[in-house]
């Protein structure tokens, strides 16, 4: 069930002029994996949450000999969206023990010692700046609280490239993913940049939420395997195009553009 109280208000942020003008397309991103590599903040969470976890067994008087998993054997894991209880059962606890394990995991994930894991995916800031020379319109969708969107873009100093931002107020959303508040959040932002006079011209995202919402909205879907999801796990979903990254669609959106 959609709750409407945890979506942002979209927020507007100043743009440079583009280069090129009379464009009106709009192109819609996702932030976490388009933009933002979570991996080795999604790692350190999973392997403090298992610590943690093991400490307070112990302590309970549970013999328990974890064994975590690579950094690799992990972020696969997640690729392929293993549940997180699959994930920790493989990592040595039971399962009633996972209940512990995923309330350390939803607690240590948004701690700000852990966001300063994440990192801008490469080639990111030219691939964005491409897109506003041709005119095109960037408008940021994500489940991703807003707040610590802002804060992010600023520190790379792209937040004059977006046109507008759609978040949520609730920083425990976009761990989980729910596909129907993403389908909400596009919804509205596609309503708004129509109201503005601007067409969408697609959804550019990394999971089964991005590419679903895209479809619900009628419009192509660009599923990005440089995030948490993998390329045959994307592929279940048909989206319209699979790329690599956010600098391989870009270069399809301003290549082939009679495609879209």
Same mark, same amino acid.
């Given at each position: ?18 280069? @090129? ?40 008087? #549970? ?13 696969? &894991? ?7 209880? !699959?994930?920790? &059962? ?7 023990? @996972? ?16 966001? #300063? ?62 596909? !129907? $508040? ?12 129509? #109201? ?15 590419? $679903? ?29 699979? #790329? ?17």
């Amino acid at each position: 069930m959609v709750i409407p109280t945890t979506l942002q208000p979209p927020q507007r942020v100043p743009s440079p002029t583009p280069a @090129t003008t009379g464009s009106t397309r709009t192109v819609f991103c996702d932030f976490d994996g388009p933009i933002i590599n979570v991996s080795a903040r999604y790692y350190s969470t999973y392997r403090l949450a298992l610590a943690d976890t093991q400490t307070l067994l112990e302590k309970q008087g #549970h013999d328990i000999h974890c064994c975590p998993l690579s950094a690799d054997q992990f972020w696969q &894991m997640k690729q392929e969206r293993v549940p997180d209880v !699959e994930i920790a &059962m493989r990592s040595g606890l039971t399962l009633p023990q @996972t209940e512990l394990f995923l309330q350390r995991v939803n607690t240590l994930v948004n701690q700000p010692a852990l966001l #300063h894991k994440d990192s801008l995916q490469e080639g990111v800031s030219h691939a964005l700046l491409q897109l506003r020379d041709r005119g095109l319109r960037v408008v940021l969708v994500t489940l991703r609280c807003q707040e610590q969107v802002t804060e992010l873009l600023e520190s790379y100093d792209l937040d004059g490239i977006f046109d507008g931002i759609y978040g949520t107020q609730d920083c425990q959303i976009a761990y989980h993913n729910q596909a !129907e $508040l993403k389908t909400q959040l596009l919804r509205e932002a596609i309503a708004a940049e129509t #109201h503005l006079g601007h067409s969408p011209l697609c959804m550019i995202g990394d999971t089964e939420a991005d590419i $679903l919402a895209g479809q619900q909205a009628g419009i192509p879907t660009l599923a990005l395997t440089c995030g948490i999801r993998s390329d045959r796990y994307l592929r279940t979903f048909n989206p319209t195009y699979i #790329h690599q990254d956010l600098v391989t669609a870009v270069q399809q959106l301003l290549g082939c553009p009679k495609l879209f």
